[in-house]
């Protein structure tokens, strides 16, 4: 398989210039189509999701569409789910509208108030409100199950559904395949009176686990599979977060979710494309309903749209989960996760993942985005806002022989630069504050005995600028009994410091990144590297354990400016040729200062 760069984007190709108009796409298309023919004018909001009679009572929608984001509370978010949340929330944004926040909790062996937890955190991360205001109650399917049980009771009223007693596998082989039309259930021609009766039993618990299921009466030959009479209800005896033990029968996902969709008034449900073929049941289901004025008219409408595939990455909770509970990563926060808080511990920010939402656009067809998209837009969002630090990531130390006769024994000579290269216009940089004195720290890599051709740093005989300090000359090095380097010599050029008058007095091809033995502060910093070898780990059923990277982690101890050493956890900074890193959230702390690397400077994927 290919790793095409973004395919599907409109805007890929633009510059850094922030878009400030967005681009269309067929979701936009059709929304801008329904509010031009008034399609949703007419319905009716009675400020809390409910039956027909319900909305009736209310006033007229206020809000011009409504979309949901109905994730089910069985793992965390993941950069995916980033995706739908963006086109959901952002779309209600643009159009005038509400998106509500739902937890699909109708399956009652699964959830867990942990990751209810983690999405509301995830969403509210990301900058969005639901359901019209700050902070209001996420809507949950589990408060529609009483509805659901009446549409049940009036489908089988109506002649639309059965209580099926088959078994499972004769059920199986009685659907049918592709090649071959189903074959009715004998179950089947029972008549509404007899089904009403035993699907009452049913939920009263007088048959067992499995032993029956309740199916919508459709059409077994139809050539869509999914509309062979689905089960819409089964037996299960499972204690529910919300519902505790009051039901034993559940719905069925495909059955609940257009009735969630409908108590909501949603308009315009949004969801990927795996669900194409479920549209025709969600239409067929909602037509039967809004005829029997049990919901409002008109129905929402579902699209379909093509789900967010990265290289690199693995976005499957299941898959997800083994890697937390392998202990193949630390946690879902492992900043190489590309869960939410993953991503946001790695040093992402809120308008870098909405920046990629839109620049990888919406389309019906499944394409591989590649991961250098995602950590362009955080580069671009950090370009402007990361205050600038130095920090030695391998470092040896530089000693300047002539500091004590030409500056003065022990003399720290203070230093500055702007924290910002380029402040807003309109303001200044804040500028940062460190000192340099006889010993700086610098990179190992920045001295070199025999110097390589065009090698313009530190080798005996040429002069550098230390980066907001003085002009030196390199002299030598120590070095101990095998021959490794020890310590670098130099001298400085007095008179030469950035930013006084006899700056410029001594030309050099080079300046390096440095810190003062005196004010440096050692720094644990966590060099993030993907976290699988192979660009497509899963795809075909691959073992993706078998493509983990064994250095996906390096752990260095390093030596950073005052200015690093004072963040607060969560701030982002460029280290001057180094990259953009954060202060990690979890385990960075006043005199013990630990970051990560969110994202190097250049786009190196693939290099
Ligand atoms: P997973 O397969 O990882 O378990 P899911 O689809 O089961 O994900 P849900 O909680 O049901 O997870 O998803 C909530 C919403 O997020 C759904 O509308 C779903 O279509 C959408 N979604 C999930 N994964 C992606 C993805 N990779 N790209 C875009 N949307 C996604
Ligand atoms: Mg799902």
């Not at 790793?3 to 269309?24: D, H, I, L």
Request: hydrophobic share 35%; with cysteine.
């Amino acid at each position: 398989m290919s790793t095409p760069s973004p395919a599907n984007t409109a805007a890929t190709a633009t510059s850094a210039a922030p878009e400030t108009v967005k681009p269309s796409n067929f979701l936009r298309q059709i929304i801008e189509h329904d509010l031009e023919k008034g399609t949703y004018a007419t319905r009716r909001w009675a400020g809390t999701p409910g039956d027909a009679a319900h909305h009736a009572q209310g006033e007229p929608d206020p809000a011009k569409i409504r979309t949901r984001f109905p994730p089910e509370p069985n793992g965390y978010l993941h950069v995916g789910h980033a995706k739908s949340i963006c086109i959901n929330f952002g779309l209600a944004r643009d159009y005038g509208g509400v998106c509500h926040l739902r937890f699909d909790d109708t399956n009652p062996e699964k959830e867990d108030t942990e990751y209810v937890n983690s999405i509301i955190d995830a969403v509210k991360w990301l900058g969005f409100d639901w359901n019209g205001a700050p902070d209001a109650a996420p809507y949950q399917a589990s408060d529609y199950f009483d509805f659901m049980y009446r549409a049940a009771e009036y489908l089988i009223e109506a002649g639309h559904a059965y209580v099926d007693e088959q078994t499972a596998e004769q059920m199986r082989v009685n659907r049918g395949d592709f090649s071959k039309p189903g074959v009715d259930s004998p179950f089947r021609s029972r008549t509404p009176a007899e089904n009403l009766r035993i699907f009452r039993e049913m939920k009263d618990g007088q048959h067992e686990d499995g032993s029956m299921v309740l199916r919508a009466k459709i059409d077994m030959a139809s050539p869509n599979i999914n509309m062979r009479d689905p089960a819409i209800y089964r037996i299960r005896r499972a204690t529910h977060h919300n519902t505790g033990d009051t039901w034993c029968i559940y719905p069925m996902y495909t059955y609940a979710h257009p009735i969630e969709d409908a108590l909501e008034q949603i308009t315009h449900s949004l969801c990927t494309l795996e669900f194409e073929d479920q549209r025709p049941f969600y239409d067929w289901l909602l037509e039967r309903l809004t005829e029997g004025n049990l919901l409002a008219s008109p129905p929402p409408r579902q699209y379909e749209f093509a789900r967010l595939n990265l290289t690199y990455v693995i976005t499957s909770k299941r898959k997800l989960a083994q890697l937390v509970y392998d202990h193949k990563v630390s946690g879902w926060d492992d900043p190489r996760m590309p869960t939410i808080v993953g991503l946001r511990r790695r040093g992402y920010t809120p308008a870098a993942i909405q920046t990629f939402a839109e620049r990888i656009g919406v389309t019906k067809s499944d394409s591989w985005i590649d991961y250098s998209t995602l950590e362009g837009c955080l580069r671009e969002d950090l370009e402007l806002k990361a205050h600038r630090g130095m920090a030695v990531l391998n470092p040896v130390k530089l000693v300047l022989t002539n500091w004590d006769d030409v500056m003065g024994a022990g003399h720290l000579e203070p230093c500055s630069l702007p924290a910002l290269p380029h402040p807003p216009e309109g303001t200044e940089s804040p500028v940062r504050h460190f000192t340099i004195g006889k010993e700086v720290w610098i990179e190992r890599e920045d001295f070199e005995e025999v110097p390589p051709k065009g090698y313009k740093r530190l080798f005996p005989g040429n002069k550098v600028r230390l980066k907001g300090g003085y002009v030196i000359e390199c002299t030598g090095a120590n070095k101990d009994a095998d021959g490794n380097i020890t310590e670098v010599l130099a001298t400085v050029v007095p008179d030469t410091k950035s930013g006084t008058p006899g700056a410029d007095s001594v030309k050099v091809k080079a300046a390096i990144t440095w810190v003062g033995v005196a004010d440096g502060v050692n720094a644990e910093v966590r060099m993030y590297d993907r976290l699988f070898l192979d660009a497509h780990p899963d795809a075909g059923g691959k073992d993706f354990i078998e493509s983990l990277n064994p250095n996906s982690l390096k752990v260095v101890t390093a030596i950073v400016e005052p200015s690093l050493a004072n963040a607060q956890p969560d701030d982002k900074f460029q280290f001057e040729r180094h990259g953009y890193f954060v202060a990690d959230r979890i385990d960075h702390k006043a005199g013990k200062p630990v970051f990560n690397l969110a994202v190097g400077l250049k786009d190196s994927w693939g290099k």
